[in-house]
């Protein structure tokens, strides 16, 4: 069986020696390093989940590439059942970890990259398809974890790549030798990059024949030569470095949300790990299958386990309040749920409306229209549920100590005394709920909603390419018989030689 134990992960990745810096400075272990630590955590409870009898429907599948079971994170859809059983795991992975599941994107990437590289190959005769496979495979044999990077940063949006000032604001081919290609560029917010195996590319800046030497896909392992990991680093992250014990966290174990730059300075790829070298009418291919992807695990899945977390939090402090009986928290608790159930209903559309891309391929993707709609539709419905829960949870949420004044002598009595709303719940427990409330509702979860899998102008600008408005305009000629321009003359003409019929008496 081709799947790694977590001690196993944990130990693999010991051997990955990623250059990563944090708050200025660098960080020597991405294991030791106490915020990129939630990333290893997450990252590792894949591991566990699918060797755990209970959750290995959820977290794994069979892999017809290796005949073997594999990591459900390793594999491409081949039909909507695993569609399905992919945004099932978008939201019990999210609600398991109330953060990232940061093999989601890199999962998503292979889907664009599977159907695509075998229609490079069908149309022009390459042999990206077969590279890529013999890639997956190794991946899912090693059971790796693979992050994935649509590059950015981008110039000025007024202008094309070719005119930027800086050519490598979009990740560039630089150099391309017998062995492979040299690229150099950036990507500026990746999940978890640094704590994975592996990292996958896709393009982002090539429209034309001219900038065919940004039409660039790949993979690489995550601690090549020439890359560097330049950390997000927040007041969160602040706090996590000072904590003494990770349980006054909101988050304790897997933390907020660890992204990262990452630097691609001249990083060199051997041609067997190229799938996607300079053909730039392919490269919108790869970004629009991946988008469609990926919104339906950042609109449809995610989110909802997240939402499951917040909702959870508002059900205890309504109860530690004594509030169980009060009409308009027990509205927005239901309107909560409303949301949470849109926003799992929109993700199992896409999944269940999904079809083969492209014809023939084998490759599942989610439906174009509704994966765009899901993450369109959670961008507005995570942020209502996060005024929901500000306002249930109160302004303790924002206000609320450390849980240290719970061990400090000279304030702990207060403390117990003034924050227990006269329950008999633990202080402690009363605390720790509204600082997972503070997680959610004053962190880095609302911008993250809005702008992971692009930001909501994007999905809207998809919608309009995808409906054209033909059929719901014939519903309307159907229902009111409306005929063209012809077939009203011709009746016009029916008529008034009718009438000349008519004799006049
Ligand atoms: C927490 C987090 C994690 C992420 N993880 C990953 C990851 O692992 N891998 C990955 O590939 N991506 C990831 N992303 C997504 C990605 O990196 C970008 O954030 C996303 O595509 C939005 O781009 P941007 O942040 O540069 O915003 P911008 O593109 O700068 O958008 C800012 C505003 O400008 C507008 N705008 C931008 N360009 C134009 C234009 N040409 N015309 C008109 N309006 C424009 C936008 O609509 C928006 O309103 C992540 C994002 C976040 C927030």
Redesign the pocket.
């Given at each position: 069986m081709a799947l790694m134990t977590p001690e196993e992960f944990e130990v693999s990745l010991k051997r990955v020696k990623p250059r990563v810096f944090m708050n200025g400075k660098k960080v020597e272990s991405v294991l030791d390093n106490r915020n990129t630590r939630t990333v290893v955590e997450s990252n590792k409870a894949s591991y566990a989940w699918a060797m755990d009898p209970r959750y290995e429907r959820i977290m794994t599948c069979h892999s017809p590439l290796i005949d073997e079971r594999v990591n459900r994170y390793t594999h491409v859809s081949r039909s909507i059942e695993d569609l399905v059983a992919k945004a099932q795991a978008g939201t019990f992975t999210a609600e398991h970890l109330g953060t990232c599941i940061y093999r989601c994107?890199g999962y998503d990437a292979f889907h664009s990259l599977a159907g695509t590289t075998w229609q490079m190959d069908q149309e022009l005769g390459t042999e990206y398809h077969a590279r890529f496979n013999e890639y997956l495979k190794m991946v899912q044999r090693k059971d790796l974890s693979v992050?994935?990077?649509?590059t950015?940063?981008?110039g000025s949006?007024q202008k094309k790549a070719l005119d930027w000032p800086d050519p490598y604001l979009s990740l560039k081919i630089v150099d391309r030798s017998k062995d492979g290609i040299v690229v150099r560029g950036a990507?500026?917010?990746?999940?978890g990059a640094f704590a994975s195996h592996e990292l996958v590319v896709l393009p982002q800046s090539s429209h034309s024949q001219e900038e065919s030497d940004y039409s660039v896909a790949f993979a690489v392992p995550s601690d090549t030569e020439g890359i560097t990991y330049i950390c997000q680093y927040s007041p969160y992250s602040a706090e996590r470095d000072q904590a003494e014990n990770i349980y006054e966290l909101g988050n304790p174990l897997f933390g907020q949300?660890e992204?990262s730059m990452v630097v691609f300075d001249n990083v060199f790829v051997p041609w067997e790990r190229v799938f996607h070298c300079g053909e730039h009418k392919y490269s919108g291919l790869l970004v629009t299958r991946f988008a469609r992807t990926h919104r339906m695990t950042c609109g449809g899945t995610c989110k909802v386990g997240f939402m499951n977390q917040i909702v959870g939090a508002c059900k205890l402090v309504q109860e530690y309040k004594g509030l169980q009986k009060v009409q308009h928290i027990n509205e927005q608790l239901t309107e909560m749920v409303v949301l949470r159930e849109t926003g799992r209903a929109c993700g199992l559309a896409a999944a269940q409306m999904g079809k083969e891309e492209p014809p023939g391929s084998g490759v599942f993707l989610p439906d174009e229209l509704m994966g765009n709609v899901a993450k369109l539709n959670i961008c507005n419905a995570f942020w209502r549920t996060m005024a929901l829960a500000g306002d249930i949870g109160g302004g303790l949420v924002v206000t609320m100590p450390s849980l240290k004044e719970l061990k400090n002598p000279e304030t702990r009595a207060y403390v117990e005394e003034f924050y227990s709303f006269g329950s008999d719940e633990p202080t402690e427990n009363i605390l720790k709920v509204h600082k997972l409330l503070q997680n959610w509702t004053a962190g880095?979860h609302g911008?993250?909603t809005w702008?992971?899998?692009?930001?909501v102008?994007?999905q809207k600008i998809m919608i309009q390419r995808v409906c054209d408005f033909a059929y719901e305009k014939e519903l309307v000629k159907e229902t009111l018989n409306l005929r063209d321009k012809q077939a009203c003359e011709s009746e016009k003409d029916d008529e008034k030689s009718k009438a000349k019929k008519i004799p006049v008496t």
């Open positions: 994107v992050a994935g990077a649509l950015e940063p981008r949006r990507k500026i917010n990746i999940s949300r992204t880095q911008v993250g702008h992971g899998a692009g930001p102008m994007a």
